[in-house]
């Protein structure tokens, strides 16, 4: 995939985000960046996808402390795209302590943020009934296999033709039958990111062959920046 060099403004709102891992919540709990979201590369090279597809509605399962967030959000702004990112995820003011809201404030992006709290399961099974359509979808909420495959179930229900999944952590069991499902059984084709390191690469495919499979280690990590995969309907 040729990628368009991510505009500087973008990449200033996410390094300032990655600039201090750990937020404090209203109730001086600490949640760090490092633990549980994207790293600051990832969240960069989702901003890049957004930037070169301009994906009119673009959709994310796992609010969480908001990485991805405002990766996505930050270059709908920067290209003017309309309506709101939507983001998914019943527990940010519970486990996250609402600073998935603070941090979006602070970037300037909450008002190109739409969040609900509901569950993705129920929330796809919902738009796809109501026959809602996305060209963008970021998948990173609980990665039980039931749950990933779940979502990617869901998730090919509501994309448009020739949309764009990307998976976060990759070298997991879940997301290898996810990634499966979809281009096995739905026909969808692989995306070369750019991968973050060669050797680094051909290590991680040595050591997950065995476990994910010959198939997943040379079709899909051999694509994979760091954790992320991504993969594409037919147009
Ligand atoms: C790994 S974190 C997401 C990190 C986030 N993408 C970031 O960059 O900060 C996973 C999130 O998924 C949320 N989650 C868990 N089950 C979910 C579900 N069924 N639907 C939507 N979100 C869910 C959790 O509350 C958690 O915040």
């Keep these: 995939m040729?990628?368009?060099?991510?505009?500087?403004e973008v990449r200033q709102v996410i390094i300032r985000h990655y600039a201090s891992p750990i937020k404090t919540d209203a109730s001086q709990v600490r949640h760090d960046l490092r633990a549980t979201s994207l790293t600051m590369g990832e969240a960069m090279l989702l901003a890049q996808i957004v930037s070169t597809f301009r994906p009119a509605a673009t959709l994310e399962i796992g609010f969480g402390l908001a990485g991805s967030t405002i990766g996505i959000a930050a270059a709908r702004k920067y290209l003017g795209l309309e309506g709101k990112h939507l983001t998914l995820d019943p527990y940010q003011e519970t486990l996250s302590g609402s600073v998935g809201f603070v941090e979006i404030a602070t970037a300037g992006?909450?008002?190109?943020?739409?969040?609900?709290?509901?569950k993705s399961e129920n929330y796809l099974n919902g738009a796809s009934a109501r026959g809602e359509g996305f060209d963008f979808i970021f998948v990173d909420g609980a990665h039980g296999t039931g749950q990933v495959v779940t979502d990617a179930f869901f998730c090919d229900q509501v994309l448009n033709p020739g949309g764009i999944v990307v998976f976060h952590d990759g070298l997991l069991f879940s997301t290898m039958a996810a990634v499966r499902y979809l281009i096995k059984e739905r026909q969808y084709c692989s995306v070369d990111l750019p991968v973050d390191s060669?050797?680094?690469?051909?290590?991680?495919?040595?050591?997950?062959?065995?476990?994910?499979?010959?198939?997943?280690?040379t079709s899909l990590i051999s694509k994979m920046h760091r954790s992320l995969v991504a993969v594409r309907k037919e147009a």
Excluded at 2 to 8: D, G, M, N
């Design 198 to 217: 060669k050797t680094r690469t051909t290590l991680r495919m040595l050591r997950y062959a065995p476990v994910l499979g010959v198939w997943y280690a």
């Design 109 to 118: 992006l909450a008002s190109f943020v739409q969040w609900l709290p509901e």
């Design 2 to 8: 040729k990628l368009l060099p991510l505009p500087h």
